[in-house]
């Protein structure tokens, strides 16, 4: 492990802070870009976590990086432009970087789980119009369309596991040649934390924790019902973001007595780290996860962990969780009864430190710049 890639919880400034740093004044020449559409920061989620953190890292190997600024900076002075996440903004942004011949890096951050299309769409026509269109794509890969063309557009692609590589292969006939695997990443601090700060300002008492967005998708609500069918106490760290307020009350209506919650932590506040250390299980019966880096986080801090089997969690849990769909509050709650009764499993944060920290998945995201810049 490069000492150079870690900083400590004392010393590091808030993500806040640090997007703020390297999104204005001057930057070094030959730095990378790196863009997330406009609208992302407004709900914080998976995805500008792992921007933030692939930056951060990427710095610890003396690369220097940029929060590209649309009104101050140029992409002819970029090393490399490095998108994360799929939007029409950020493929207007590879045109324009490919016709200044900057290389294109895409971290898709996408998953297309016919399942989740289903139950998250509001009526029957927008679930069978989305369904359908999943069913297109599936069968006419080369079907076009703005995400297709954003995929064709990019020098290198970087899923997040192999799963969602052979799916944007089989959705979008993305060449394999073009695809490097590089998995989301967690930081070690959530291996060293202590529950004591937890037990302080919280209670102590045994609980299931939920780390995320009260949304629709993450189903805070099934996990709400199940726990309490169970008579488990549960901990909910997290809040709405915009449009989900009704859900959110919803939550909290059938929560209950039974649900503590605290508000959205950032994420190095020591509180957080302190309640992934005192939970003795995580739980995140979503819809769809690419994993859930709140999972790993869980995972490395020692908790037991249930999760979703939609996504590409197989790919990083293997069978060292216990799977549950969302769908079903009974077997959500067989789950939690048998990660409550068993523990963790062997080797689960060792598998977690040995492949997922944040300084692995910086040495090789740089090793992609390497091959397309140079």
């Not at 009104?71 to 016709?99: C, P, Y």
């Not at 069978?128 to 290198?156: C, H, I, K, N, Y």
């Not at 929560?255 to 995140?284: K, N, T």
Request: glycine share 8%.
């Amino acid at each position: 492990m490069d000492d150079r890639s870690l900083e400590t919880p004392d010393t590091e400034p808030t993500a806040a802070r640090w997007v703020a740093s390297r999104s204005h004044g001057p930057y070094a020449a030959g730095s990378a870009f790196l863009h997330a559409p406009s609208f992302a920061f407004q709900a914080w989620g998976g995805g500008e976590n792992q921007l933030i953190q692939t930056g951060r890292h990427l710095e610890g190997f003396d690369l220097p990086v940029r929060l590209f600024h649309p009104w101050t900076d140029r992409l002819i002075d970029a090393r490399v432009l490095h998108l994360f996440g799929m939007s029409r903004e950020g493929l207007e942004l590879a045109k324009a970087a490919r016709a200044r011949n900057v290389p294109v890096v895409l971290s898709p951050i996408c998953w297309y789980e016919p399942r989740s299309l289903w139950a998250l769409e509001p009526t029957v026509a927008r679930k069978l119009a989305a369904v359908g269109l999943w069913s297109m794509r599936r069968t006419f890969p080369a079907f076009s369309g703005w995400r297709r063309e954003l995929l064709q557009l990019a020098d290198r692609v970087l899923p997040n596991s192999e799963d969602e590589a052979e799916q944007l292969i089989r959705m979008f006939g993305v060449d394999r040649r073009r695809i490097a695997v590089v998995p989301n990443g967690v930081l070690p601090d959530f291996g060293w934390g202590s529950p004591q700060l937890f037990r302080e300002r919280v209670g102590d008492f045994e609980f299931v924790l939920f780390v995320g967005r009260i949304e629709p998708r993450k189903n805070p609500l099934g996990l709400i019902r199940a726990t309490r069918r169970l008579g488990l106490p549960l901990v909910v760290v997290g809040e709405a973001p915009p449009q989900h307020e009704n859900y959110e009350r919803l939550c909290r209506r059938e929560g209950g007595d039974r649900v503590v919650w605290l508000e959205s932590l950032d994420h190095h506040d020591p509180l957080l780290i302190s309640s992934y250390a005192a939970a003795r299980v995580f739980a995140l019966c979503s819809w769809f996860e690419t994993p859930g880096l709140a999972a790993l986080e869980a995972a490395l801090a020692g908790a037991a962990i249930v999760i979703t089997p939609h996504g590409s969690t197989r790919s990083y849990f293997g069978d060292r969780a216990e799977y549950a769909r969302p769908g079903r509050v009974d077997e959500i709650g067989a789950a939690l009864s048998r990660a409550w009764r068993e523990g963790p499993r062997p080797g689960l944060a060792a598998h977690v430190a040995s492949n997922y920290l944040w300084d692995r998945v910086a040495k090789l995201t740089a090793e992609v710049y390497d091959q397309v810049a140079d």
